[in-house]
């Protein structure tokens, strides 16, 4: 069992590389998505945009990674540490987020430190992958530059900056959107956010910088032009558009979790997954699925999720934080919440939750019922509409079924509440008290019969009517 993403980052191991500090921007107020919770904690396949981009970063091993946050956005400090984080506060654009990072990186880089390059990134990028960052690392070696930029050639190059080129394919500046005249607007070739800069130039570059320009911020774009005035190389290389997707708005959100499910699916496919109809899968980026899991259409995978081998996983199930076992059988209609313990060859069928549970091998839960704060044995049945009552309103308690237990339909088992293994437990019960091993047990009123009573009774009521 492989997680997905690993599969999008295996990086070659003869591939050599050259020192970097890693500066993640997030410090950004991320208006355009109107949201409250900063706009890197928006999630993609079920894990923060900016946790994507620090695990495409973990197998390059950066020397330093730096992420940059703004005031009150402490959450982003805990889902990135043990990443440092440095506040910037008041956001006054992308390239003072850089200068707030780079004071952290004080003595660090080159000349006066080890490092040799600076790695920008914007939190707003999750598609990224490991192996398009090594790529950049790699042309950094191959042909060093003061400046190299992601380039990239988006259908739609709307908001993004423009690369302005000299003929030899020298990067001369990046115009804004929102600076550039129609002719600037027309170029093709964009800025897809990510950039390497020497750090032995880093300071000088950064410090260059002015706000002039329409929304009056520093912005990091300017590092292109004033490279070039000071007889510096500045370059671009062409990387997967794709990759480069920054998120600004809901829509563009949407749009990358789309792409994002499909690099997924096609990775669990690829990894011996039946999907039978790929698009209405949808996937977490740590979802792990054994070989010959088959799933049905329309199976959602929240995060924590892995499937053993041969599972099959039936049509509107819903799956979080649940480990499945081998050759195990699944909805339709099931949902496994967090702590949900399958093992090999169990059977949860439709319109059955569990959550918080173990249930053992070959152990049964076919139809409508609840199973909480459990642990089931192995080959114990549950019968249809069983309830392990694990809530009184203040504590949640266990319910603990031994092995080849029965457990008749519609019995509601109050917790805390022991069944001995073999037991058999009648249909309709309310099970308040432990139950012996192979002991049969009935806990429901009796059944009285007075025959032709319903004829009577029919007939008494017609004549009223
Ligand atoms: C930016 C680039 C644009 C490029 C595009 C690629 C600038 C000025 N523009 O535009 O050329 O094509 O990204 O996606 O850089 N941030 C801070 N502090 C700030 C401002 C922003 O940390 O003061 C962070 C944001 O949180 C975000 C990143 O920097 O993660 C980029 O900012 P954003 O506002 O998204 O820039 P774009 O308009 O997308
Ligand atoms: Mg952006």
Redesign the pocket.
Known sequence: MVPLLTISICLEPSMSRTSFAAII????R?TRMKSAIP??MHQIAGRPMIAHLLEALRPLSPDATIV?I?PQMDTVARVVAPAESVV?DP????G??VRAAMRALDGRLAPHGPIENVLVL????PLLRGKTLARLLAEQERAPAAVLLAGMRPVDPG???RLVSAPDGAVLR?V?AADATDEESAIGL????LMLIQARHSRELIEALDPRNAKR?F???GVAEIATDEGLRCAAIDLPSEE?L?I?TRAELAEAEALMQRRLRREAMEGGVTLVAPETVFLSADTQLGRDVVIEPNVTFGPGVTVGDRALICSFSYLEGAAVGVSARIGPFARLRPGAILEEEVHIGNFVEVKASRVGARAKANHLSYIGDSEIGARTNIGAGTITCNYDGFNKSQTIIGEGAFIGSNTALVAPVKVGDGAIIAAGSVITRDVPPDALSLARGQQVDKPGRARDLRARLRRKN
């Open positions: 921007l997030a410090a950004g991320g706009k890197v940059v703004g910037q956001p006054l654009g992308t003072d987020a914007y939190g707003d990028t908001p993004y900056g990046i804004e964009c800025w897809g956010g911020e912005y990091l774009t480069l920054g600004n």
